[in-house]
Antibody, heavy 121, light 111 residues
């Protein structure tokens, strides 16, 4: 059974860089797509982007200038970097496994438990 | 502002049937991209409920069903139970944005 676990600092200062890692167990990151999704307190879900195991990426248009995703097949993990963070980036960040036959258009399952990142001034 | 719209809330008595709509456009649902549904109990991650318009993953009760037509989709919950109280989100792909999109979510309340 595939499990995902997010890790990283829970507090980031405004204008600095948010860095999170997702460790995957029960499956190889090879040959699949992996996404980050966030949810502000009391808010809805926002897709941040995906990375495919061969390195291709696609980011949300609203975040693409600040986002970088990487994948490390040797560690079976992938990561998220969000630069120049601001208060509106405060959210629970989830790492998820992408599903479906067409890259980028499928569904997400399973989800990590999520990690709350607070951006402080 | 999401390109998919959902009602903010729906409610029903135990045992009743409720439906949640997800309205999109020709660049997402109407472009034949799959619609997927998630259930989120507060404090927990979303759980996949329906994938590719109508398919239930194993473990999801058949009280949950979904359909899709033209530029909209809907999720139905029959035999409403207390533990169905949660937020429900639809998700699809939008080719004008080249991005995955979520609806704003619908809170289901069991009266």
């Amino acid at each position: 059974q595939v499990q995902l676990q997010e890790s990283g600092p829970g507090l980031v200062k405004s204008s600095e860089t948010l860095s999170l890692t997702c460790t995957v167990s029960g499956a190889s990151v090879n040959g699949d797509s992996w996404s980050w999704i966030r949810q502000p307190p009391g808010g809805g879900l926002e897709w941040i982007g995906y990375i495919y195991s061969r390195g291709s990426t696609n980011y949300s248009p609203s975040l693409k200038t600040r986002v970088t995703m990487r994948i490390d097949t040797s560690k079976n993990e992938f990561s998220l970097e969000l630069r120049s963070v601001r208060a509106t980036d405060t959210a629970v960040y989830y790492c998820v496994k992408g599903r479906g036959t067409t890259l980028g258009t499928g569904w997400f399952d399973p989800w990590g438990l999520g990690t709350l990142v607070i951006v402080s001034s | 502002q999401s390109v998919l719209t959902q009602p903010p809330s729906v409610s029903g008595a135990p045992g009743q049937r409720v439906t949640i709509s997800c309205t999109g456009s020709r660049s997402n649902i109407g472009a034949h991209y799959g619609v997927h549904w998630y259930q989120q109990v507060p404090g927990t991650p979303p759980r996949l409920l329906i994938y590719d318009n109508t398919n239930r993953p194993s473990g999801v009760p058949d009280r949950f069903s979904a359909s899709k037509s033209d530029t909209s989709a809907s999720l139905a919950i029959t035999g409403l139970q207390a533990d169905d109280e949660a937020d429900y989100y639809c998700q699809s792909y939008d080719n004008s944005l080249s991005a995955t999109v979520f609806g704003p979510g619908t809170k289901v309340t069991v009266l």
